[in-house]
């Protein structure tokens, strides 16, 4: 726990200062999983701010403050998840598809001003979001979590109120396609994946 | 041989998410990150607060109309008073008089 549980029990009590102090606790860990769960950096804090702006509005559901990291991390899954779905509908436009850094580091790439370093990370991300791209949003978040941030099954039974078992089958479901999109790509970082490798 | 191909596969898959997760670092937040929060909490809250009032008004006057409506049913209305008051007999004497027999006069058949 990165606060007290007086904290979260003042906060949920109305206590705004002792909210700011969740947030301040918070902010940096939730960023960087949405970071990862959602691959499109200009959009990162607007999405923190949603699951923040959530996490207020249902503190008082909260039963015990021993529970209050799941809980965060469901808020910040659904947000997420919320954002993604809103996404695809937009994806119409190939060009709109493209984030704001993509769009600076492909021009920039273009003029050959980017060191390797810089090139080879954008390299993964892309690979990493095609590969995603095979599977379903909600497996994508899935995947992401407990491969990517590392969350332990028991953490994730946690998070999604599902039994361990049926979590394992649906990691390995969603990890077949994505090993599947791999292979069809050259299982090389980089290689062009399959957008869709049927669900 | 199979299994060996997908064990390199599996190592690949591991080391390219370990990678992605090294590709996106936790950005730092903006300085505007914790007014946007409360600017977007009080924005909720005005919003929620104009509805609730919407909605308590709306209930108030379906409220004051259900009791307005009970009240004209309940009251009596003096119209429909002998209709409810009056007994069959009473108004059937009342519209039959001595003077004008209830049964057919023959010699008006005739006419």
Same mark, same amino acid.
Not at chain 1, 15 to 43: C, H, M, Q
């Given at each position: 726990?990165?606060?007290?549980?007086?904290?979260?029990?003042?906060?949920?009590?109305?206590?705004?200062?002792?909210?700011?102090?969740? $947030?301040?606790?918070?902010?940096?860990?939730?960023?960087?999983?949405?970071?990862?769960?959602?691959?499109?950096?200009?959009? $990162?804090?607007?999405?923190?701010? +949603?699951?923040?702006?959530?996490?207020?509005?249902?503190?008082?559901?909260? @039963?015990?403050?021993?529970?209050?990291?799941?809980?965060?991390?469901?808020?910040? $899954?659904?947000?997420?998840?919320?954002?993604? =779905?809103?996404?695809? @509908?937009?994806?119409?436009?190939?060009?709109?598809?493209?984030?704001?850094?993509?769009?600076?580091?492909?021009?920039?790439?273009?003029?050959?001003?980017?060191?390797?370093?810089?090139?080879? @990370?954008?390299?993964?991300?892309?690979? $990493?979001?095609?590969?995603?791209?095979?599977?379903?949003?909600?497996? =994508?978040?899935?995947?992401?979590?407990?491969?990517? +941030?590392?969350?332990?099954?028991?953490?994730?039974?946690?998070?999604? @109120?599902?039994?361990?078992?049926?979590?394992?089958?649906?990691?390995?479901?969603?990890?077949?396609?994505?090993?599947?999109?791999?292979?069809?790509?050259?299982?090389?970082?980089?290689?062009?994946?399959?957008?869709?490798?049927?669900? | 041989?199979?299994?060996? %191909? !997908?064990?390199? /596969? &599996?190592?690949?898959?591991?080391?390219?998410? %370990?990678?992605?997760?090294?590709?996106?670092?936790?950005?730092?937040?903006?300085? &505007?990150?914790?007014?946007?929060?409360? !600017?977007?909490?009080? /924005?909720? !809250?005005?919003?929620? *607060? *104009?509805?609730?009032?919407?909605?308590?008004?709306?209930?108030?006057?379906?409220?004051?109309?259900?009791?307005?409506?009970?009240?004209?049913?309940?009251?009596?209305?003096?119209?429909?008073? &002998?209709?409810?008051? /009056?007994?069959?007999? /009473?108004?059937?004497?009342?519209?039959?008089?001595?003077?004008?027999?209830?049964?057919?006069?023959?010699?008006?058949?005739?006419?």
């Amino acid at each position: 726990m990165l606060v007290d549980f007086a904290i979260i029990q003042r906060a949920q009590g109305g206590d705004s200062a002792a909210f700011n102090d969740l $947030v301040l606790a918070y902010r940096k860990r939730t960023l960087g999983t949405i970071a990862r769960l959602i691959s499109r950096p200009e959009d $990162v804090e607007d999405v923190a701010q +949603e699951v923040f702006l959530r996490l207020y509005f249902s503190l008082d559901q909260l @039963r015990t403050a021993e529970v209050f990291e799941p809980w965060l991390y469901r808020l910040t $899954v659904n947000a997420a998840y919320d954002y993604l =779905r809103k996404q695809r @509908r937009r994806r119409e436009s190939r060009m709109s598809d493209l984030s704001e850094q993509q769009v600076v580091l492909a021009d920039a790439l273009a003029g050959g001003r980017v060191d390797h370093d810089v090139r080879q @990370r954008q390299q993964v991300r892309e690979t $990493v979001d095609e590969l995603l791209g095979a599977v379903s949003e909600a497996d =994508r978040l899935l995947l992401t979590l407990k491969e990517v +941030e590392g969350l332990s099954l028991k953490e994730l039974e946690k998070i999604y @109120r599902v039994k361990e078992n049926a979590l394992k089958v649906r990691l390995f479901r969603a990890r077949q396609r994505v090993l599947k999109a791999l292979a069809a790509s050259g299982g090389q970082p980089g290689g062009s994946a399959p957008a869709k490798a049927g669900r | 041989m199979d299994s060996n %191909r !997908q064990d390199g /596969e &599996n190592a690949a898959l591991d080391a390219l998410f %370990r990678a992605y997760r090294e590709a996106c670092p936790a950005p730092d937040a903006s300085a &505007n990150f914790m007014p946007a929060i409360w !600017q977007r909490i009080e /924005e909720r !809250q005005r919003s929620q *607060f *104009f509805l609730g009032r919407w909605a308590r008004a709306l209930v108030t006057a379906a409220a004051v109309l259900s009791l307005g409506m009970a009240a004209y049913l309940y009251i009596p209305h003096p119209r429909n008073a &002998n209709v409810n008051v /009056e007994s069959y007999v /009473e108004t059937s004497a009342a519209s039959h008089t001595l003077d004008a027999p209830d049964f057919a006069d023959p010699s008006l058949d005739e006419l």
